[in-house]
């Protein structure tokens, strides 16, 4: 048990993107009034962390068996770790897969990507921020020259208009959504653009009920009536933008009265928007999964960054595109290399810069060719051409989309290790090797919040029982495979010291952690990038953002007389993922149940359900039963389940963006029908 102390200890919390200070004192977690992030702020996930922590069903010793059929047995680490060597050293590079997590710590992704990458030579070693984020990356990348959130959470406090777009901050993000309404009674206008009257859309001045998948249509013409009435600003395009003239032309050329239709909103309704929007001198839009998740989540997010663009509502305090990600460390990843399609410290697989990685780690077995992506190295197992695939802090058989596709696909695989602090996850069915992993509370290192905030997460009490920390893992195994001399790392600060090191390597010179060290970091984050686009400036290679012309392709699944409804995904406030942690703490499993469906009064009357009642939801991939939950919040034709339900991924479907690999989250056709009880069938 945790043991009460009379003095204070501080940390940084280990859920969501916020990245809050919290202190314990006296066996309590509270939020740190101190803290920059949130000055005392907390949410209820956070000041539950320690029972969390006490309650969750952990893995504690390494298990091994040789069949999925067999029990797991005891096994000691130098066993389990010669096995997993011995695997990897009879196997191509190729077939070789790391799936790692934004539970993970900087330091943790730092030694997991170079071992990959920089010395087994796998370039397929990708995160389950893939499934999150990764459009945004593409976005940025694309528009503005680099992956960077242009501005700071702070921000907001500036801002004269707030735009959540495809996010619900008051249930995903609970103490940025308590700024955003401290900043509104300051005289800040939000508007929630969501198909569903969310928690956040309560405190909007304004909800925009959009049909699913016309976020671009919304855009578009936002865009068309900003540039027909001259509400651009001409000289910041100029100057700073290209590809305006072809943008204009494609724009223009779209018809108005079909794009609004395809929204679904009405005149009205758009006129309230417009008005606001041209009528505030500074702008913020945040986002997430909403346009992420999408096969063509790169295309909204372009067509959102367009808008500050057009009007030079960028790059200057209180305006700009803000990316809210979900996970602790999804940016931290980014940072370090995590994602298949980068090499590390933002830099791709290009000659120059896998040359400059190579001298740097002392390896000359990198890869020049991108690797396979989260759902991609699935597709690989199912061709039989995945022999090791190494998953740590995720759950990808719970995670992933068209869960059946998914448990076929893993089940091809030779041999599956999971580095997991807790024993109760959907991949573990098909594991042959479980390690046991320090988590929250018993590892410490670093971690990047959503807007470039680099935070020092401190244990609170050392490992249990036989758990390591991820670094030492990966580093454990490196030397098993005989790289002793680059992975003789003393401490977690000494892995630190040497990625803050690497990140002078960084093309645009704009990842400057080398200016910090964890003794700074203890009195406060560091915030890296600050000032790198003064002046207006972007990380292009002549300097200037670009505008790209986009319309909606509907490429997503498409309801059909046997599946009528759209099936919307989301998080719900108390809950993390599958509930691995949140649902062993009584309190957060308060406020709402792990499974349930969401479905329209109008619907439900006429398919005969009535609130409470166990439903069949069905797509074309598979079918599970719930409580149905009647309600307006969601749209006719339109049903929502959160992600604490484990089986939600039998029912989605596995589209993904062209660009970002990202997966189609939020559009996959269904239906919803009740399940007769024995009175139902005897009155029939």
């Not at 400057?512 to 207006?536: C, I, N, S």
Request: proline fraction near 4%.
């Amino acid at each position: 048990m945790v043991q009460k102390e009379s003095c204070m200890k501080k940390t940084v919390c280990g859920y969501c993107g916020v990245g809050c200070g919290l202190v314990i004192e006296s066996g309590k977690l509270k939020g740190d009034k101190n803290y920059p992030v949130n000055r005392g702020l907390s949410c209820a996930k956070g000041t539950t962390s320690l029972e969390a922590l006490e309650k969750g069903h952990r893995l504690l010793t390494p298990q091994m068996r040789g069949h999925r059929e067999e029990f797991f047995s005891p096994a000691t680490w130098d066993e389990a770790l010669e096995r997993i060597a011995d695997a990897i050293r009879r196997s191509d590079p190729r077939r070789i897969g790391f799936y790692l997590s934004g539970q993970m710590l900087s330091e943790d992704y730092y030694v997991a990507n170079k071992l990959g990458k920089g010395f087994i030579g796998t370039n397929n070693v990708d995160t389950n921020s893939r499934t999150c984020m990764s459009s945004a990356v593409v976005a940025y990348k694309k528009s503005i020259g680099i992956d960077y959130v242009p501005l700071r959470m702070e921000e907001i406090d500036q801002c004269n208009l707030l735009i959540i777009i495809g996010a619900n901050p008051a249930e995903a993000h609970v103490v940025l959504s308590t700024k955003m309404k401290r900043a509104r009674k300051r005289g800040c206008k939000i508007v929630v653009i969501d198909p569903r009257r969310t928690e956040s859309a309560a405190f909007a001045d304004l909800h925009l009920p959009l049909r699913v998948g016309s976020d671009i249509d919304l855009l578009n013409l936002v865009a068309q009536r900003l540039i027909r009435e001259e509400r651009i600003d001409e000289s910041f395009i100029a100057e700073h933008v290209k590809g305006f003239e072809r943008y204009k032309a494609g724009i223009l050329a779209l018809d108005s009265a079909t794009l609004l239709a395809a929204t679904g909103l009405s005149y009205t309704q758009f006129e309230t928007f417009m008005h606001l929007f041209c009528e505030s001198e500074n702008v913020i839009s945040a986002w997430t999964m909403g346009l992420n998740q999408s096969v063509q989540g790169v295309d909204k997010n372009l067509a959102l960054i367009n808008l500050h663009l057009l009007t030079g509502k960028i790059n200057k305090p209180g305006n700009g595109p803000l990316s809210l990600t979900g996970q602790p460390n999804a940016m931290g990843g980014r940072e370090v290399g995590g994602l298949a399609t980068t090499l590390a410290v933002h830099l791709d697989f290009d000659d120059a810069s896998t040359e400059k990685v190579g001298t740097f780690w002392g390896s000359d077995n990198i890869s020049k060719t991108k690797g396979l992506t989260a759902f991609e190295m699935f597709e690989a197992a199912e061709r039989h051409d995945l022999d090791v695939l190494i998953v740590c802090h995720t759950d990808p058989v719970y995670h992933l989309p068209n869960r059946h596709r998914i448990e076929k696909a893993i089940a091809n695989i030779p041999l599956v290790v999971e580095i997991n602090a807790y024993e109760n996850s959907e991949t573990a069915a098909f594991a042959h090797i479980r390690l046991p992993a320090a988590p929250w509370g018993e590892k410490s290192g670093t971690q990047t919040n959503l807007d470039r905030s680099v935070t020092l997460q401190r244990a609170i009490r050392p490992p249990s029982d036989q758990a390591r920390a991820d670094w030492e893992i990966f580093a454990a195994l490196g030397k098993k495979l005989g790289f002793d001399e680059a992975f003789a790392y003393e401490s977690v600060e000494s892995v630190f010291d040497e990625y803050k090191e690497m990140t002078k390597l960084s093309e645009k010179g704009h990842l400057d952690l080398y200016k910090t060290r964890y003794e700074q970091l203890e009195k406060a984050p560091f915030v890296w990038g600050e000032g790198l686009m003064k002046g207006h400036k972007f990380m292009t290679e002549d300097g200037r953002a670009v505008l790209h012309f986009v319309v909606n392709k509907a490429l997503s699944e498409r309801p059909s007389d046997d599946y009528p409804f759209i099936l919307l995904t989301g998080r719900t406030r108390d809950q993390w993922h599958s509930g691995t942690k949140t649902a062993a703490v009584e309190k957060l499993l308060r406020y709402k149940p792990l499974e349930y469906v969401e479905i329209h009064p109008h619907d439900a009357e006429k398919l005969g359900i009535s609130d409470g009642d166990t439903v069949e939801v069905a797509s074309r991939r598979g079918t599970i039963s719930t409580t149905a939950r009647i309600t307006d919040t969601v749209q006719e034709k339109t049903l929502f389940l959160p992600v604490s339900d484990r089986r939600l991924n039998y029912l989605t479907n596995d589209l993904l963006d062209p660009e970002s690999k990202e997966p189609d989250y939020n559009h996959s056709a269904a239906t919803v029908r009740p399940i007769p009880t024995k009175e139902t069938e005897a009155k029939d």
